[in-house]
C-alpha cells in the first residue's frame, strides 16, 4: 500500500521566520514524484513545488524549498521568510511514475504565520 | 497561464437527486481526475480518466458515480441519487503525465 504521512496537523509561525512542514511516505514504486500543494481558505489546491525522485538535488521554489531523503523516504518543506499569505493547509502528496492516478495525499498540515 | 476551471462554485442539491459538476481540464493535458475533500479531512482519490475510459478508481467511486469526456473538451463527474455524507469539495485535475493542476473545486452541499 502507498501511504503519505503528515505527522504535524497544526504548525505556527511567526512573520519572516523560516518554518519547517515534515512529510514521510512509503511505496513500492522505483520511480515517483513528490509535490507541496497549499490550500489557502478558499479551498483551491495551489502546486508549491515538485521533486522527482530519481533526482538527488533538492527543489527549490523562490521562499520554498524541500529536503528530500529517499533512503528515509522523508520529503519536508521549508518555508523561508514567511509571510501572511502562506498561511493555509499544506499537504504532501505522492504519485507514481508508473500510474499517474494513484496519488495519495497527507492528511494535511494548517500553518498559521503570526504577524 | 492555462487552468482547470470548475463549474459551478457551489451547489446545492437534495437528497436523492443527481447532480454534475463540470470540469475543463488544460487543453493538451491527457489525464484527468475527480477528488473528493470532505470537510476537515484529507484529498482523497476518487477517478482518473485517459484515453476516453476510467484508468483507475477508488473504492468511494462505487456506482453512484459516473464519468464522462462529452465532447472533447469538458470533462464531468456524475453523481447519482445523492446522499447527505457527498457533501464536500470536489476538485478536478488534469495533467500531462504526473504533475496535476487543479481545478478550484465545486462545493457541493445535499441537503
Known amino acids: 500500500a502507498q501511504t503519505v504521512t503528515q505527522s504535524q496537523p497544526e504548525m505556527s509561525v511567526q512573520e519572516a521566520e523560516t518554518v519547517t512542514l515534515s512529510c514521510t511516505y512509503d511505496?513500492?514504486?522505483?520511480?515517483?514524484?513528490l509535490f507541496w500543494y497549499k490550500q489557502p481558505p478558499s479551498r483551491q489546491m495551489i502546486l508549491v513545488i515538485r521533486q522527482e525522485a530519481y533526482k538527488q538535488q533538492n527543489a527549490t521554489e523562490n521562499r520554498f524549498s524541500v529536503n528530500f531523503q529517499k533512503a528515509a523516504k522523508s520529503f519536508s518543506l521549508k518555508i523561508s521568510d514567511s509571510q501572511l499569505g502562506d498561511t493555509a493547509m499544506y499537504f504532501c502528496a505522492l504519485i507514481p511514475d508508473t500510474n499517474a492516478g494513484k496519488s495519495t495525499f497527507g492528511d494535511g498540515t494548517t500553518l498559521t504565520v503570526k504577524p | 497561464e492555462p487552468e482547470v476551471t470548475q463549474t459551478p462554485s457551489h451547489q446545492v442539491t437534495q437528497m436523492g437527486q443527481e447532480v454534475i459538476l463540470r470540469c475543463v481540464p488544460i487543453s493538451n493535458h491527457l489525464y484527468f481526475y475527480w477528488y473528493r475533500q470532505i470537510l476537515g479531512q484529507k484529498v482523497e482519490f476518487l477517478v482518473s480518466?485517459?484515453?476516453?475510459?476510467?484508468?483507475?478508481k477508488s473504492e468511494i467511486f462505487d456506482d453512484q458515480f459516473s464519468v464522462e469526456r462529452p465532447d472533447g473538451s469538458n470533462f464531468t463527474l456524475k453523481i447519482r441519487s445523492t446522499k447527505l455524507e457527498d457533501s464536500a469539495m470536489y476538485f478536478c485535475?488534469?495533467?500531462?503525465?504526473?504533475?496535476?493542476?487543479f481545478g478550484q473545486g465545486t462545493r457541493l452541499t445535499v441537503v
Open positions: 480518466f485517459y484515453n476516453n475510459e476510467i484508468s483507475e
Open positions: 511505496t513500492s514504486e522505483n520511480n515517483y514524484y
Open positions: 485535475a488534469s495533467s500531462e503525465r504526473t504533475e496535476a493542476f
